[in-house]
C-alpha cells in the first residue's frame, strides 16, 4: 500500500488554521463571558420605587384668575392616580363667580418606551364644582329718570365627567411639565338664593343646565 504523503507546507497550514480556530472560540467564550447581562430598564423601577410623588400648579389658569394645585401618585410603570384642587373668583360681564372644584384623576401611561409619570397619557376624571354668583345690573327707571343698580345672587352646584389626553415630561428626575387636553360633560344646578330687584325672589326653583365644554391646561411641578 501506497502511503499518503503530506508535505510539510501544507501540514503547517492545517495546523495553523486549527490554531485560529480555537483561538477564535475562546475569543468569542470570553466575550460573551465579559457581556452583561441586559436587565429591565431600571428607570421604570427607580420611578415607582423612588420618585412615585408629583406635586404640580396649573400655569394658565392664573390667566382666568384661578389657582389650581394638583398631587399625582404613581402605582405601577403604567398607571396612576391624582386630584386637584381650584379655587377661583373671577368676574364675566357682570356676573362674578367664586368657589372651589375638585378633580380626581386615573392616568393610563401608553408609551411603551418610558415608564410613568413620563409619556403619553389618556385620563378619565369627574369634577365637583361649587360656586357662587353674584351679578350686578341696572334698570332704568322712568320716574326718577336715571338707572337703579340691584344685586341677585345664586349658588352653582356642578358635577361633571370626561376624559383628557396629554403627555408629561421629566426633567432631570425632578421637574416635571404636563399638557393635557379633552371633552368633559357638566350638570349644574343653579339656585338663585335672593334678588334685590324691583320684585324680591327670596328662593327661585332651581335649573338644571346640562353643558359640553373643552378641559384644558399646562401643569408644571417636581417629583420627589
Not at 447581562?37 to 406635586?55: C, D, F, G, I
Request: with cysteine; net charge positive.
Amino acid at each position: 500500500m501506497r502511503k499518503l504523503n503530506i508535505p510539510k507546507s501544507a501540514a503547517a497550514i492545517v495546523l495553523g488554521a486549527a490554531s485560529l480556530l480555537f483561538s477564535s472560540q475562546a475569543a468569542m467564550a470570553q466575550a460573551v463571558q465579559a457581556t452583561p447581562v441586559t436587565q429591565p430598564s431600571a428607570e421604570s423601577s427607580k420611578r415607582t420605587s423612588e420618585q412615585p410623588n408629583l406635586v404640580k400648579c396649573s400655569i394658565v389658569s392664573p390667566f382666568y384668575k384661578t389657582i389650581t394645585v394638583g398631587y399625582e401618585r404613581i402605582l405601577t410603570d403604567k398607571k396612576s392616580v391624582s386630584i386637584n384642587f381650584s379655587y377661583t373668583n373671577v368676574s364675566f360681564d357682570n356676573t362674578q363667580y367664586s368657589g372651589i372644584s375638585i378633580t380626581p384623576e386615573y392616568r393610563l401611561y401608553l408609551s411603551r418606551k418610558s415608564a410613568a409619570p413620563h409619556g403619553f397619557y389618556m385620563s378619565p376624571f369627574l369634577r365637583y364644582m361649587m360656586l357662587d354668583l353674584n351679578q350686578n345690573y341696572k334698570i332704568w327707571n322712568y320716574f326718577t329718570n336715571k338707572d337703579d343698580e340691584f344685586a341677585a345672587k345664586a349658588k352653582l352646584s356642578s358635577f361633571g365627567a370626561g376624559l383628557t389626553f396629554g403627555k408629561q415630561w421629566i426633567f432631570n428626575d425632578l421637574v416635571t411639565f404636563d399638557i393635557f387636553m379633552g371633552p368633559v360633560w357638566d350638570f349644574n344646578n343653579v339656585k338663585q338664593v335672593s334678588n334685590a330687584g324691583p320684585v324680591d325672589h327670596s328662593v327661585q326653583p332651581t335649573t338644571l343646565l346640562k353643558e359640553y365644554t373643552i378641559r384644558f391646561g399646562a401643569n408644571l411641578g417636581f417629583a420627589f
